[in-house]
């Protein structure tokens, strides 16, 4: 018989559903609910309810039970993601693979279909699947990290010590008082939680049309 996991939020929803008399709601809303099982749940509610939001919209239990496998894992793969998109980075499936290996040495000894298997686990856990973007933001300057400002001076570093070691007279450098052409592609997917409105990602402000 095929199990049926619930969020917080959702076990919240059935309790203010039961509670207002429309048992009927809840039993259209959620089939597979139990009065045993909201009776188990009702034991937890107000523990439920100072959870973070963010846990409430995972399937998150309260009993302690057998210690999952990659508990520890998943735990830094969710701050991640959670870090990730609060600076609408997309994420991807390979990404958290490679976020895997690096933390965890075990990881890599896994076969590809392991680690596929292990990160879909880790999404259906935290709520969490491939989403559509819903629109692009344009990055700001002020918003660089030290990675993107070290790129960008290690670029102009380049660039004068070329012009300088080549000899290369100034009316021989073109384009300097332009707007440079250049493409980007913001990716269409990203890992985002279930039910999110918006899913923006950013962009280097780089679309252009021919």
């Known amino acids: 018989m ?7 939020k ?21 089939p597979h609910v139990t009065q045993k099982q909201i009776e188990e749940w009702k034991n937890k509610e107000e523990e439920m309810k100072d959870l973070p939001l963010d846990v409430q919209n995972t399937k998150y ?23 990730m998109r609060s600076n609408k980075e997309p994420v991807t499936v390979y990404q958290l693979i490679h976020l895997a290996e690096v933390e965890s040495t075990e990881i890599g000894s896994l076969t590809n279909k ?9 999404m259906e856990q935290f709520n969490l699947s ?3 973007t819903t629109g692009s933001v344009g990055f700001r300057e002020e918003q ?3 990675d993107q400002n070290e790129a960008r001076n290690s670029f102009l570093r380049v660039f004068k ?17 332009q707007t440079g052409i250049f493409y ?3 990716p269409t997917k990203t890992i985002d939680f279930i039910g999110s409105k918006e899913i923006p990602v950013l962009t280097q402000k780089g679309e252009k049309n021919v």
């Open 2 to 8: 095929e199990r049926f996991h619930y969020t917080i």
């Open 10 to 30: 959702q076990k919240l929803q059935v309790f203010d559903l039961v509670r207002s008399g429309q048992s009927y709601k809840a039993a259209e809303q959620f």
């Open 61 to 83: 239990t309260l009993h302690k039970g057998p210690r999952r496998k990659y508990e520890e894992l998943y735990t830094y793969l969710y701050q991640q993601v959670k870090e």
């Open 114 to 122: 392991g680690k596929m298997s292990l990160i879909w686990r880790f």
């Open 130 to 132: 491939i989403r559509e």
């Open 144 to 146: 660089a990290n030290e």
């Open 161 to 177: 010590t070329t012009i300088i070691e080549k000899l290369i007279p100034p009316q021989n450098i073109f384009n300097m008082d």
């Open 184 to 186: 980007e592609t913001p």
